[in-house]
């Protein structure tokens, strides 16, 4: 997940700097436009684990084990 998230930063400064912008102000720039879509796609998925995490939510009694 981390490193699907940078690489996509890393593509989007790349892609800044390829349009002729300074160095700092294409880290800025893909970091202003990449920063939400990376908080959510995390977000999503960590909120996405919690159901899994055993005996502590409902739902999880298939993941008990039993005597």
């Known amino acids: 997940m981390i490193i ?3 690489v996509i930063l890393i593509d989007q400064i790349d ?3 390829a349009s002729g912008l300074h160095p ?6 893909a970091t202003t436009h990449r ?3 990376i908080l ?3 977000a999503a998925a960590s909120l ?3 159901p899994i995490a055993p005996e502590v939510f409902w739902g999880a009694d298939g993941l008990r084990h039993y005597r």
Do not use: E
Not at 24 to 29: E, Q, S
């Open 40 to 42: 959510l796609t995390a």
């Open 48 to 50: 996405g684990m919690i």
């Open 4 to 6: 699907r998230n940078s």
């Open 15 to 17: 892609m800044d700097l």
């Open 24 to 29: 700092r102000d294409a880290v800025i720039d």
């Open 35 to 37: 920063f939400r879509p």
